[in-house]
Structures are given as C-alpha cells and as structure tokens.
DNA sequence: AACGCCGATGACAACGCTGCCATCATAACC
DNA sequence: GGTTATGATGGCAGCGTTGTCATCGGCGTT
C-alpha cells in the first residue's frame, strides 16, 4: 500500500471531466451538472461526483468552458495609474470576490489619451468574452472605452464616474457631501480662508468634490475667492506646484484642503520651504486615506472611501447579472478620518 | 453609399475565422498561419488575409485557442500583499510585455500562510492552463507553491527569491551588494553607529540586506553590535516599534538603514517623538525608492531597484520559454539615490 | 519525359465542455 | 389502471481554433 492513493495520475496532465465521470460512473453531462451547482442531480450522485473530483483535484478547464458557453468565468479590470495604492486596494476587493465565485481576474492598464484606446478595448473583450468589466477613474469617464465596451455588448461597472450614465452601473461615494463634509469641518475649526487644490479635470470625482467645497464655502456664507482655488492632477508633483501657488500668496489662507491624499502630502513638503508649522501655522486635509496619509508627518486628516467594500460589490453586480438587467447605482459611505494634520487656525480662540 | 462598410456588421457578434477566411478567399487554416506568423504562406495571400483581418477587427478566440493548443497566452501574476507601489510597478512591467506580445494577465493575490495555498496555485494552473507564472516574494520562496507548479508543469520566474532552486528561473537584483554600497555609504559619511532594521524573516532579500549590511561593517573593521539590528517586517507598523527599540538605547546610533522605505518613513515619524532632528541628528536610509521615499521629509536616502525593467524581463523569459529550456538567473543594477535624509554624524569634521 | 521534392494550401479531427433534446423511471393525477 | 407531470440522467452536436496529414502544382534532376 503506497501512502498517495494509486489511483491519483502525478502525471503533469489534468484530470478531465472524463475521467471523473468515469470514476464516479456517471455521464460527463452529470458531472457537468455537478460542477455548475445545477438542480435535478440526486444527493446521492451528487456525493458520488463531488468524491471523484476530490480525488482527482478535477478543475473545468477554463477555455472548454469558454468556448462551450457564454459564460468565461473571467472579469477585466481596466486602469489608468491613478495612484498605486488605490489600484491595490481595488484589486484585492476585485480578487477576494472573484476567488468566491470561481472567477478570474484579468488586469490591463491602459492609456486614457491612447488614440487606439477604443480598439484595444475591443481587442480585449472580444478575444477573451470577458464576463463584464470593471472600469476605475478616469477611465470610466471615457467615451472611447464605454463605446467599446458597448459596441461588444459587454457589461461594465463604473467606479466613481463623473456622471450617470443611462443604462450603465455605477458604484461611488458622494464625492460632493464627502467634500462638503471635510470643508465644513475645517469651517467649524474656525478657518475662514480655506485653500482648494483640484484634482485632474478629467476625473468626475474631482469636479464633485470642488462642488462640495464650494457648496460648504457657501451655505457657511463665506466667499468663493479664486485665488484660493488652484489646479492640480492628483499627482505629488502637482500637488508641489498648487502648493507653491497657494503658500506665496500674499494673503495666505489658513488651511488647504488638497483633492487627494497625494497632492496633500506635498503641501507638506512644500510649506518646510516657507517655513511654516503644520498644522500650527497651516491647516492640511487630504483625501482617500492611502497610506500616504499615515506615513507624513504629521499625519494627515482625510477622508477614507471603502474602497475595497466598493470593488467588491462591483464584481458582485457583474457576476449577478445585475449591470445589464437593471443598471443600478450602489453608493457607499464616505467617513472623515481626522489626525493631526488640521486644528484651528493660529489666533483662534480655544 | 454609407460612410461605414456594409460589410462590417455592427452587431456585437465579433467575426471569427470563417468570416475573415471567406472575405479573404482562404481556407480557415491559411488565415491561421496567417495570424500566428507561420511561415508557408505566400505573399499575396498573406496580403489579402491581413486586408480581412484589419476590415473585420477579427481577433482570435482566447478560448478556441487556448483548447485547441498547447499555448494559453495567458500569464499568471502571484502576489501575496507586498507594499502596494511595488507590486503596482511591478504589474505595470508585466503589462506592458504581455501586450507586446499579444499575451494576456491573469492576477491572483495569495495568503503565503494560507494552508490551502498548494491547492489553489494548482486550481488556477490547471484550469487555465498558464503559459507561465510570475512569483513575487514571499510567495516565490513558499515551498507549497513551487511545488504545485512543478506538479502542474507549469514554468514559473521569480523575483528576487531568496536562493537559486536548481532548475528555477530568476530574475534580481544583487540585494548584497546594495545594502553593502548602502551602508559603505553611511559609513564613508562618518558613522560609526548604524542600526539596521531587518526585513520579514521569510523573505529572501531580507536577509541578503542584512549580511550586506554586516560585510560592509566588518570590511571597515567596525563591530557588529546585536542591539543595533532589530528585526522588522517591511511593514510601517513594524518600523515604527523597529524604531521606537533604537531610538531609545542609551547609546543611540547616528544613523539607521531600514530594509525598506516603509519602514525607513516609520523611523522618520518616530524620531519626531524623541525630538530628533532628520537628518542633523540622525541619518536614515531606506531601500527601493518607493513613492514614499519621496513624500516623507526628509526625503529618503534609498537604494532604486528596477523593479519595471525586471518584470519585463520575466515575462520575455517566460514567452520565450527560457525559463523553462534552461534555467537562468538575470541579474539587474540597483543605484543609489542620495537624498536629504543622510547626511556626517554630528560632531563630524565637515 | 518521368521522377521526386518542396512550398502553398486545404480537409478534417480533436481540444473539454455545455446546451438542447431524448429517454426513462417514478409519482401524482383523474 | 391509464395518463400525464416531474425529476434524474445520458447522447450528441457544436463552440472557434490548431495539429496532422493529404493534395496539388511547379521546378530541378536524371
């Protein structure tokens, strides 16, 4: 009696359905049944055939079953490098679900600005049938990808797009009230003089969350002063520039709320140069919680987006069906992470 | 006359061989070797078969393909949760090959911990048939799934492992030497102290850093001092408690070299406690010039590996079958980036 | 002129699976 | 008891491609 069953191929060649019908003495047709949880299989074949691909660690090879039906099992994941951190997160939602229901992830990144985009695009979903697509910002902004997508009859998920689209389904936070929020809070410190650093034009979100700020500002009657309002790109580098802009004004404002998380760390950076204390001497709000934000110093108060709860439903609503059936918008709750970066501004009472 | 051929149907069934082989005047086989670059094709056909290929945006089935044939173009990449900037550049190597060849990525992220690990690796390799697989450390040096590759005959790269494995392909950096030049550095600047925080036990480079770190000392005949090392796990987390041990020895070290930048920026946060001025009381190095080298302040001292430039390299080592015909180890420069986070001891002459 | 060779091309099976339909036994109905 | 519904199962075609082998013509050789 050898200790590894007998019966067991160490051949480097894959159980087939075959073999396991053979071993659980039914019909592939059954095991095929078996395999895709289908009803109108007794238990006892059930067990029988759930046995046998035990034994034979049996797996449905992927491209049969692509060819075979509609079905791929495989889902896209389409980026443009927002920041690293935030794909990351998003790719370990996506993976975590896709590994519970037997999917696959395919990744690709691409170029939004790419002329060629739109083909590549149909490229991908027509050579491999992908299941549905998960488009992330700026991408899910962009016209060639979303013809694509459609033209291939493909279903998609957007996260955080700019705007809803008929019949397409999003997942998002408020962007808006999630920067209202923040732009309220540093009001309630008792900043008057709130700096803003856009992010890049062509991300929906960026658009809401200068809107929220600029609500904020508003309902608190406080003015919206041009000056105070300095493009950036989400990027570090950017993020030097708005803050160089917004630090040698001459009448400077007591606190910067940067669009992301990025562009707040490099206010940081910046203000040394001027020789300013934070928050003592400036107020810093970020945005999205990335690691960034807890690795300055200090460390920075932002606003936390789950992230990974939000990939994680995406997958959910393409595996479901629910993307094309009925388009749905899934928002989720947005949550202000304060930390030392932000107090009240200098000669405040308290 | 409509702008667009009449011929080109806008439904969202994509063309298949049939449709380019009967615009072309071929049999389906000739627009096969067409496709996959086959010699014993003539000019002319060659021609008028490309013509239908680009007319129909006709693209090979990634099903059809990978069932009928041995090739899957189909990469897998395997990770287990390293920082997120690494994987993230590392992803991006990868893509960028796999589209120049017409290859496709599939991601799986892993627990090395995970006692199912074998079971999984071996699911994924069987069911989609892999061209090839890329590890990542830890998982490159986890013994589960080097052996669920081998048992699938599926070639794999590693990256940076933790020693060669006979018949293994390797792709690194020499980790030795830069932590040598690291701390040659540190010590050609005037330390006589340097602490060093230690990465993940489990993790190969680790703990070629480390006894570079303990060569460079020996070769300029300093003592190797136990309470100097500490162990860390290249998590910011582990730094900070990292940090907090040797910031706090009644004899302090001048300088500190940590296994990575994450932990480098731990030990930044916690010099703040103690009221320690970066880099004017205390140097700190970091190692592979992530985005949070440059975000902290200081900006971090740090070794730059080519962590792009060696994915690429992988994924041309997999598609070419290297890997696989003979074994090779390949072996990319690291470069030092000298930043303001190091600087002489104080009290040094200059 | 007959032969063999080679490059170009096509016919056809096979890849492993699922969809559709047929079959059969058993249970429920009048 | 005969008929119909229902659940369980299997047979078989076909998914779009590639591998194998056959075919066909033209060309160089003897």
Redesign the pocket.
């Known amino acids: 009696m050898k200790p590894t069953s007998p019966e067991r191929p160490e051949n480097h060649?894959p159980a087939?359905?075959?073999d396991?019908?053979k071993r659980a003495?039914?019909?592939?047709?059954?095991?095929?049944?078996v395999?895709?949880r289908?009803?109108?299989?007794?238990?006892?074949?059930?067990e029988k055939v759930m046995e046998a691909v035990e034994a034979l660690s049996?797996?449905?090879?992927i491209?049969?079953?692509g060819?075979?039906?509609?079905?791929s099992f495989l889902i896209g994941l389409l980026y443009d490098n927002p920041s690293a951190g935030y794909i990351a997160a998003m790719q370990v939602g996506v993976l975590t679900r896709c590994r519970e229901e037997g999917y696959h992830l395919i990744v690709e990144s691409l170029d939004a600005a790419n002329p060629n985009l739109g083909r590549q695009v149909h490229s991908l979903v027509t050579e491999s049938s992908l299941h549905g697509v998960i488009l992330t910002p700026p991408l899910c902004d962009t016209q060639a990808v979303i013809d694509a997508l459609n033209r291939a009859n493909c279903p998609f998920v957007r996260i955080a797009p700019e705007k809803h689209l008929p019949g397409a389904s999003d997942v998002r936070i408020d962007d808006f009230k999630a920067a209202y929020d923040m732009t309220a809070y540093l009001i309630g410190l008792g900043h008057r003089r709130i700096g803003f650093i856009k992010g890049h034009p062509g991300h929906g979100a960026a658009q809401a969350r200068f809107a929220g700020y600029r609500s904020a500002l508003e309902h608190a009657g406080l003015p919206l002063e041009e000056e105070l309002c300095v493009q950036g790109f989400f990027s570090y580098q950017s993020g030097l520039e708005a803050g160089e802009k917004l630090l040698t004004l001459k009448n400077r404002p007591t606190a910067i709320f940067a669009g992301n998380d990025d562009m707040a760390a490099a206010v940081l950076a910046c203000s040394q140069r001027y020789n300013l204390k934070i928050p003592h001497d400036l107020s810093v709000a970020g945005f999205d919680d990335s690691l960034v934000a807890q690795v300055v110093s200090p460390r920075l108060t932002t606003c936390r987006q789950p992230i990974r709860e939000m990939a994680e439903a995406a997958v959910s609503m393409l595996i479901q069906r629910t993307a094309t059936d009925a388009p749905v918008e899934r928002q989720f709750e947005h949550e202000l992470v304060v930390r030392e970066s932000t107090v009240p501004p200098p000669g405040a009472i308290g």
Request: aromatic content about 8%; hydrophobic content about 35%; overall charge positive.
């Open positions: 060649k087939s359905i075959y396991v019908a003495g039914v019909s592939i047709k059954t095991v095929s049944r395999v895709n289908q009803s109108n299989v007794s238990d006892a074949t059930r049996y797996r449905p090879n491209f049969a079953r060819l075979a039906s509609e079905r």
